[in-house]
């Protein structure tokens, strides 16, 4: 497994609160989010001046994995360590968008990308593994209710963008955006969703707090302590089936050409075993694997991001439904084995990074979301910053000089190369 965390959260920006009272079992009460500081999980080099490469330089050798292309970009930086860097390679999901369409009019240049989206119930228990119960009702959550509107997001379905000629998925606009003066027009990356049936996780007493609904009903939200969660989600082992990412590869409810996407109920984490410093409401990366004979013995890597469904009123109005899974999707689909290395950038919203994190550079900010109204709901996609403000490109050759996308206004010039820690 390699993860990311701290640097996927989705931050507001807010102060943290004191810790509200909690009850027995970990109830807490459904206010206990408010003002919490919500979490994804600078002497200046050059200002501008990057250059994007033009070609591919093939996918990544020797796994198994989603379908993925590599190039680079040209731009001044350092690296961890303080090194200076000129050559940045980054992979991303689907195909190259240098690659000219075939003769004999075979669209090629669309990528199909299995999605499944598989929701994982929470069986919250006492600390001695017995079930748990409040007001005489168990305490268990379930995420199926929400798998129906996530289906019917712009995440997965087709809605208008400037940047493609054609309705297509958000994704896929966004990529589009990034490659607007590159691409062939019938260049896409797109998911083909498919739900799953339900995986249950199981957590004990001290892991976790919740909050009923305002009728008394189990559960407005959870708050899970990261580590507990960690270590209920990814295998131990290849055959490990007791936790939800090894039982869903064992069983080939995901596999290695997807993009897997793990739905859980209002379920956020917490650091350090201490809930005021919650809360991460999504990562994304991949699960690691030996390869065997079948597969050439390529390194097998599970593509995948955990995300919840946000309830209205939770953390705000704009901050709900899919915003969460929007940025972690967007994000895999850029850097998608979590290793695309950047010159380090200092993001409006105070994020000091040096990763091709497109959602990271936008989090938290007054026009985080792109507000798309679909299928008789309104939803709330995060808008992302593109590949060119992490390049440096001046002007940019994006979608009409864009930094940003959907909403081009958020990031109007691009990032500026800083040494390490952007001090």
Known sequence: MKL????????????????AQVGHNGQVSINFLNGKKVMSGHDSVAA?????????????LGVDSVPNWSSSFYYPGYDSFGGVQYAWQYTMIGKTPFTEKADGGVDTMTTKVGAPVVPVNLDLRNADGTPAYVNGQRLFVEAAPYVPPTLLSPLFQNTTYDSS???????????????????????????????????TMTL???????????????CAFVLIDENAFVNALFPSSPTDTTTILGA?????????????SFLFPNAYL??????????????????????????GWKEKRYVMDYASWISPGLFGPAFQDVTGLSHELTESFNDP????????????????????????????????TYPITLNGYTYHPQNE????????????????QAYSYPDETVLTAPSQSLPPGCQ
């Open 270 to 295: 917490y650091l350090n075993g201490d809930p005021n410093q919650c809360c991460v409401l999504g990562f994304h990366t991949y699960d690691v694997e030996p390869g065997s004979a079948a597969n």
């Open 165 to 199: 000629g054609v309705p297509t998925q958000f994704n896929d606009a966004v990529q589009r955006a990034e490659f607007y003066n590159a691409a062939k027009p019938d260049w896409h990356t797109l998911l083909a969703p498919r739900p799953t049936h339900s995986l």
């Open 204 to 218: 004990l007493g001290g892991s976790y707090l919740f909050a009923l609904n305002s009728d008394g009903t189990c």
């Open 248 to 260: 869903a590869e064992n069983t080939g409810l995901i596999t290695t050409k997807d993009m897997s």
């Open 337 to 368: 084995f979590v290793n695309n290395a950047t010159p380090w950038w200092l993001a409006p919203n105070g994020n000091c990074q040096n990763n091709l994190e497109t959602g990271d550079v936008i989090e938290g900010l007054p026009n985080a």
């Open 385 to 400: 910053a593109l590949l060119q403000y992490f390049a440096g490109v001046t002007p940019s050759n994006a979608i009409d």
């Open 4 to 19: 990311k965390c701290l640097t996927l959260m989705l931050s507001l920006g807010l102060p943290f609160c004191a810790l």
């Open 48 to 60: 501008g001046g990057g250059v994007l490469n033009n070609r591919s330089n093939g996918s990544v």
